[in-house]
């Protein structure tokens, strides 16, 4: 019972970065803009986070310049397809490519360094709760952050007047430019906000999951997230489920391993990459289903006035 409870709370550690990264994703798909760049924003803000945390000890510090870098290459990306109307796709694939060098590049000075100890977090009185204390109060507080994200995303986007113009543009820009919305800036603030997110995805990697910097730390997780999109169907709640869920698989490996299951360990690493390719396919066959949930305008270049 209590190694699934350490289980259970190695999921959430791990699934939490892919959570962070797929809300900010479902956010910028809202709005009708389709970042494939999530891998290279991942990694500079992981280079960022695990820098300013290196340097100074803090790791509120570490996530704010994990946000504003993730936020940073957000908005160049942004002013590219929005404004300039380029492939979205294209841009997004370029974004990965840039943040993967660049962060190689920026990052050599770290490698091999490490962080300070840092203190352990606990709910108090929770904490000490058999099975639940272990599991679900004994986690860093950027877990508890992301899960009132996923509630405070949940009440934008389906309560808000805000929420209810956002997803109006991702569905028809043209109507709410008619009715005197600035498609544009809106859609990079979403384009932003979704970067911010990628950028705390990646510096949690470095500064609490690692805690290290290597090249290629992201290990592929910024793809992943953007398939929670599609899994969730758009739906904040979905991602965050999922998120866990992948979370996981990926401590399954680590899990077996420690029993003694005699599976090669690069067969292991391949189950949550795997996971991912089976759901995609199974949603995939139904096509009507993922038409009447994906944002009418996803992947679409707007242009005012035409």
Not at 14 to 40: D, F, K, Q
Not at 163 to 187: F, M, N, Q, T
Not at 249 to 266: D, K, N, R, S
Request: charged share 10%; with cysteine.
């Amino acid at each position: 019972m209590n190694e699934f409870a350490l289980l259970l709370a190695a999921a959430l550690l791990a699934g939490t970065p892919l959570a962070l990264a797929g809300l900010g994703l479902l956010v910028n798909e809202r709005a009708g803009v389709l970042n494939l760049g999530a891998e290279g924003m991942m990694l500079v803000a992981a280079v960022a986070g695990f820098a300013v945390a290196f340097n100074t000890g803090s790791d509120t510090l570490a996530f704010i310049a994990g946000a504003i870098a993730g936020a940073v290459l957000a908005a160049g990306f942004g002013w590219l397809v929005i404004w300039l109307n380029t492939n979205q796709y294209a841009t997004g694939l370029a974004l990965s490519l840039f943040g993967y060098g660049f962060s190689a590049f920026v990052g050599v000075a770290y490698v091999g360094q490490k962080l300070g100890e840092r203190q352990p977090f606990e709910v108090p009185a929770l904490a000490s709760v058999p099975f639940i204390g272990p599991a679900f109060f004994k986690q860093h507080p950027m877990i508890y952050v992301t899960i009132a994200l996923t509630a405070g995303l949940i009440w934008f986007l389906y309560k808000s007047r805000g929420g209810l113009v956002l997803r109006a543009i991702g569905e028809s820009p043209e109507s709410a430019h008619a009715l005197g919305y600035k498609v544009r800036w809106l859609r990079l603030a979403a384009v932003m906000f979704g970067g911010a997110l990628c950028g705390l995805a990646g510096a949690f990697l470095s500064v609490v999951y690692a805690p290290l910097w290597v090249e290629g730390l992201s290990a592929g997780r910024g793809w992943i997230a953007l398939a929670l999109t599609t899994f969730a169907t758009w739906r904040p709640i979905r991602v965050l489920l999922g998120a866990y869920l992948f979370g996981g698989v990926t401590m399954l490996q680590f899990a077996m391993q420690g029993q003694g299951v005699e599976v090669p360990a690069q067969l292991l690493a391949m189950l949550p990459y795997l996971a991912t390719i089976v759901v995609l396919a199974l949603i995939s066959r139904n096509a009507t289903f993922i038409r009447v949930n994906m944002p009418a305008s996803l992947g679409k270049p707007f242009h005012p006035g035409s």
